[in-house]
Every structure is written in C-alpha cells, then in structure tokens.
C-alpha cells in the first residue's frame, strides 16, 4: 500500500512560481531519500532535485539551480518542490520518488528510486 500522490502542477506564465507536493504513506517517510524527476514529452525523464534521508542535504539540476527548493515534512510525510521563475522549458510531467536508504547508485539516476508518483503536470507559457 505505498502511495506517493503529487500536486500542485497546473498551467502558469514565464516568471511565475509554483510549489509541488508529493504525500506519501506506506513507507517509514523519514528513512527514505526523496527526489523530484521531469519528464517532457519526447524527452528521457530528468533528475531535478533531491533531498537526503538523513541529514536534509540537497542537490539540484543545474538547470534549476538557484530557482528551485525542495524541502521535506517528515511530520506530514510529504515532500515539497517551490519553483521560481519558472520558464518554458520547464514544463514536463514531475514525478516524485523515493530511494531506500543506503541504495546503491548515484541519486541523480531515476533507477535508484524504487517508488514513483503519477506525476503532476506544470506548463509554463511564453
């Protein structure tokens, strides 16, 4: 009964900002690391940014640096993407994940996470 439900996408202008959620259950939330993924259409899906499991350590695309937090409730067991400024090219389907702690693999590669979200879709308009 693992359950990761995204929320929050819809459709914005360039410049604007968004925040995601992604609630979890059937998982002990605060053991696992978290990550966010994107997705455009005709495109391989794309680490955005994750944060650790244990010690709340981030890491973030370069192409959203400096744009994009991603923070963690491990009292709500939900995970948080705020995007800034957004841009065009930001629009893809995101997906949350979850990485079992101490998993093998680097955790910019999507096959290290073993739950996914549906995704939520964000379209950024020129």
């Known amino acids: 009964q693992v359950q990761l439900v995204e929320s929050g996408g819809g459709l914005v202008q360039a410049g604007d900002s968004l925040t995601l959620s992604c609630a979890t259950s059937?998982?002990?939330?605060?053991?696992?690391?978290m990550g966010w993924f994107r997705q455009a259409p005709g495109k391989e899906r794309e680490f955005v940014a994750y944060i650790s499991w244990r010690d709340g350590s981030t890491n973030y695309a370069e192409s959203v640096k400096g744009r994009f937090t991603i923070s963690r409730d491990n009292a709500k067991n939900t995970v948080y993407l705020q995007m800034n400024s957004l841009k065009p090219e930001d629009t893809a389907v995101y997906y949350c994940?979850?990485?079992?702690?101490?998993?093998?693999?680097?955790?910019?590669?999507?096959?290290?996470?073993?739950?996914w979200g549906q995704g939520t879709q964000v379209t950024v308009s020129s």
């Open positions: 994940a979850a990485r079992r702690p101490y998993s093998s693999g680097n955790y910019y590669y999507a096959s290290s996470y073993v739950y």
């Open positions: 059937g998982i002990i939330f605060s053991s696992y690391t």
